[in-house]
């Protein structure tokens, strides 16, 4: 069975700092692997999105996160946090058998931003 | 285009009662997915529908039930409410059954009383 693991429940930082946001994912073969953001009282909203290829992946708002497989990891990173990415975080992982169509979530991580 | 859209946006219920919850996907998506995401805690799969058949569910009592329309619309059934049903209900389409991206509603918030 896949699992994730998002070992930080509440991050912290200072506006303009650095960010990155930590998951590790159980599976036993290359996985899908996605990264959501979700404001109060919204849906979900895709950030970006690993299926293969560069293990370096680029999305929206200036997120990047880079899949390691030794690591079984793929942390989410913004080298200058801006007030409006205050949200939750959620990674998660798609199994190839069901082409990504079944997701299984980590428990989030609440991200807080200081001016 | 309009994005995944979800009615009603909060419902109270009481125990033993039964709730619909509906979800319209993007146009030209026929792929719809529903999770449940209690307070704090990620979402977790629900069912997935495709061309109308189930084709996933999740590890859910039978109380949980949903189909899918001709015009691709869908709906999650749950009977016999518990306290713990009280939860965030996401519904999220994708334009092919696997390897393409979901996307997610803004959710159906339900309280179970």
């Known amino acids: 069975a896949q699992s994730v693991t998002q070992p930080d429940i509440h991050i912290t930082v200072s506006e303009g700092a650095s960010l990155e946001l930590r998951c590790n994912y159980s599976?036993?073969?290359?996985?899908?692997l996605f990264w959501y953001v979700q404001s109060p009282g919204q849906g979900l909203q895709l950030l970006l999105k690993?299926?293969?290829?560069?293990?370096l992946v680029q999305g929206i708002k200036g997120f990047e996160a880079e899949f390691k497989r030794s690591q079984s990891s793929f942390n989410l990173r913004k080298p200058s946090v801006h007030w409006s990415d205050a949200a939750e975080y959620f990674c998660?992982?798609?199994?190839?058998?069901?082409?990504?169509?079944?997701?299984?979530f980590g428990e989030g991580t609440q991200l807080t931003v200081n001016p | 285009d309009a994005g995944v859209t979800q009615s009603p946006t909060h419902l109270i219920k009481t125990r033993g009662q039964q709730v619909t919850l509906r979800c319209s996907p993007i146009?030209?998506?026929?792929?719809v997915s529903w999770y449940q995401q209690v307070l704090g805690q990620g979402p977790q799969f629900i069912f997935q529908?495709?061309?109308?058949?189930?084709?996933g569910r999740g590890n859910f009592p039978d109380r949980f039930s949903a189909r899918q329309f001709p015009n691709y619309s869908s709906e999650l059934n749950v009977n016999a409410l518990l306290l713990g049903d009280s939860a965030l209900y996401l519904c999220?389409?994708?334009?092919?059954?696997?390897?393409?991206?979901?996307?997610f509603g803004a959710g159906t918030r339900l309280s179970v009383l």
């Open positions: 146009s030209g998506h026929k792929s």
């Open positions: 998660a992982v798609g199994a190839k058998e069901t082409s990504g169509s079944r997701l299984t």
């Open positions: 999220a389409s994708s334009a092919k059954m696997g390897g393409g991206i979901q996307y």
């Open positions: 599976y036993g073969a290359t996985p899908y």
């Open positions: 529908y495709y061309e109308k058949e189930e084709r």
């Open positions: 690993y299926f293969s290829g560069d293990t």
